[in-house]
């Protein structure tokens, strides 16, 4: 009797007490994605010379394929994606590639000048580059291509080619652009 006594006081406690909640927090950090640019057609691309990164110049942005990844920058971050429009993500920080490429390519580009020399750069389909930009690097392609199309231009050497890894740098050279903060 008291058993059955104990297991009903301990019952009515169980329905009656109110048991704790667990209380969960969920907080959410949302870094906004760069608005999407409409292209009428696949963008062309041109192989910046000595450094196997292929921008996109026909649109205000810059847009760069490397390394397998397209590349934006947007309000001071930057986003990558298998394709160049659409499956942008976050990318938290600045690639090592940007750190090479001279803040007035768009001109360079414009004046067919690389360097102070005639730069005679090939417009590529991106399927091109998508296809090929892994063996292009390999067999150093562009070095072997009339020195990336850019005439009277010395090859650099090795030791002077900026890394192939796509991380963060400590420093930019002077003459570069400043890294997006």
């Known amino acids: 009797m008291k058993k059955l006594l104990l297991r009903t006081i301990i019952l009515a406690l169980a329905i009656v007490v109110p048991v704790p909640t667990m209380a969960g927090v969920d907080v959410h950090v949302s870094i906004p994605l760069p608005p999407l640019i409409v292209f009428a057609a696949p963008p062309v691309v041109v192989v910046l010379p000595e450094t196997y990164v292929y921008a996109v110049p026909d649109v205000d942005v810059d847009i760069f394929f490397y390394n397998g990844w397209w590349w934006r920058p947007w309000e001071g971050r930057w986003y990558r994606s298998r394709n160049y429009?659409?499956?942008?993500?976050?990318?938290?920080?600045?690639?090592?590639?940007?750190?090479?490429?001279?803040?007035?390519?768009?001109?360079?580009?414009?004046?067919?000048?690389?360097?102070?020399?005639?730069?005679?750069?090939?417009?590529?389909?991106?399927?091109?580059v998508q296809r090929n930009w892994r063996n292009w690097e390999k067999s150093r392609h562009w070095e072997k291509q009339n020195t990336w199309g850019v005439q009277g231009l010395k090859p650099r050497t090795r030791s002077q080619q900026p890394s192939q890894a796509v991380q963060p740098q400590s420093q930019a050279k002077p003459q570069f652009r400043e890294a997006a903060k």
């Open 85 to 128: 429009n659409s499956g942008w993500g976050y990318y938290r920080s600045v690639p090592s590639f940007y750190r090479g490429i001279p803040s007035g390519w768009r001109n360079d580009y414009r004046e067919h000048r690389w360097k102070g020399h005639q730069w005679n750069y090939q417009r590529i389909p991106h399927q091109k």
